[in-house]
């Protein structure tokens, strides 16, 4: 295990355990260390343990509690200790640091731990929530201003996102848009069919498919598909900086490069929609038509069963759900950090997110439909 400069490394040398320190030692590497410590001598007691300290350079109260409390377990397991290197002011500060039991600096080491974990997340979250605030902010001026002025769009870009994005997607769309009709048909044919309802499979499929699973259903395959794309899209801009070289050259990265895929998210969810409930309409047919059924009495009890309303409504939630994958999309991919499996992170946080925020849209909707009856 390679050190760093704000990593200690523990190495095992015969029945020696050799840790050697960073060169900045401060209150969270201290706590990480204190409990890689504490596993080492758990799984193997060494006879002898040496700290190596030539490279402490700075170091608050917490990492010379450290060197008490490792000298105070070795002390305890009767295991030889070692300090080397370690320079003249934090000798200092370690001679005249108070004798403490065992016990006692094990509780505040732990206590320590918890009070960190709780202040990092508490921190943590506030600046998610202060940077999702600001985004979504920036992403409503820039959305507004692009639909005042269409000119600022960059329309280019935004045609190959739709592409990428509607036509690409047109295949996986239908084939579980027909498989999904074709099966609801079947399983709602089962039970229809010991009172002699058959016929009515037709209503249920149209009014299922228009009002909820057409929009949700395209809406997940959508997070999964080009939602994941715009966020690895993003993140390896992100970590390649050339997010940060838009920004030195005075291009906004929201106008440049959000507003574009939100644009095409906008206008291919309504259509990629509409090919799902048509071809879950399809699957249907074959059902009924499979049954003995004409497939004009398949047609009109659908005409019977879906308004007007069901339609608009269903493409009305689509809207929203495009809207929604393509910013979470988008957000994840601004917020990533560096490192080998960044990325990664931000496509499964922005699929999980699109996912749970589409589904909880998706309540608040049918609330909103039932108390306005629609």
Known sequence: MKSNQRQSSFLWEGNTLEIHLPEIFNTKEVSKDWVTFLESISKNTPRNISIFAQKLKESDSSGISFL??????????????????????????????????????????IALRKSEQIGKLTIDSLLEFKYLITFTGELTVSFWRSFLHPSKIRWKDSFRVA??????????IAMIGFLLGLIMSFQSAIPMRKFGAEIFVANLVGLS??????????AFILSGRSGSAFAAELGTMKVSEEIDALTTMGLPPVQFLIIPRLVASLIVTPLLTIVFNLFGLIGGA???????????????????AVGLSDILG??????????IIASIGCYRGLKTASGAGAVGESTTSAVVGSIILVSILDGIFSVLYFYLRI
């Open 209 to 218: 498919l228009f009002r909820e699973l057409g929009p949700l259903m395209t």
């Open 68 to 109: 008490k409390l490792v000298r105070t377990e070795c002390e305890s397991k009767k295991i030889q200790f070692a300090l080397y290197g370690l320079d003249e002011k934090f000798q200092y500060r370690l001679n005249i640091t108070n004798d403490d039991s065992k016990k006692y600096q094990e509780q505040f080491a």
């Open 163 to 172: 592409e990428s994005m509607g036509v690409n997607a047109f295949p996986i």
């Open 286 to 304: 074959v059902v009924l038509v499979s049954f003995g059924f004409p497939l004009i009495t398949f047609v009109n009890q659908v005409n019977i």
């Open 314 to 323: 269903g493409l009305l939630k689509s809207y929203f759900f495009g809207m």
